[in-house]
């Protein structure tokens, strides 16, 4: 049973840090790019930043850059995402997701796999 289990969410003030761990099981983890999306209330769930597993090419939303890190321990079978410097527009339910392959790696309709999500909250 493939499982995607996210954790590290919470509650920060604006330019503290969080990082988020996504322990994945069930698959093949090295066969896998790892994608992390965000929802906040009314708006689409969007793609924040993503791991590919073919290179280890890493991706990023503009909105993230040069904030935010994303980086995996394949021992572990489980990918960080650290959160710099938040602003209260990055408040959401954070989600990973894992997909075997696709040229299109931050659109969350790629994805074949989710975790349940966590809420990261970001007061002004």
């Known amino acids: 049973e493939v499982q995607l289990v996210e954790s590290g969410g919470g509650v920060v003030q604006a330019g503290g840090s969080l990082r988020l761990s996504c322990a994945a099981s069930g698959f093949t983890f090295d066969d896998y790019a790892i994608g992390w999306f965000r929802q906040a209330p009314g708006k689409e769930r969007e793609g924040v930043s993503c791991?590919?597993?073919?290179?280890?090419?890493?991706y990023y939303a503009d909105s993230v850059k040069g904030r935010f890190t994303i980086s995996s321990d394949n021992a572990a079978n489980t990918v960080y995402l650290q959160m710099n410097s938040l602003k209260p527009e990055d408040t959401a339910v954070y989600y990973c997701?894992?997909?075997?392959?696709?040229?299109?790696?931050?659109?969350?309709?790629?994805?074949?796999?989710w975790g349940q999500g966590t809420q990261v909250t970001v007061s002004s």
């Open positions: 997701a894992a997909v075997q392959d696709s040229d299109y790696l931050m659109s969350p309709d790629e994805y074949e796999y």
């Open positions: 791991i590919s597993s073919s290179d280890g090419r890493t």
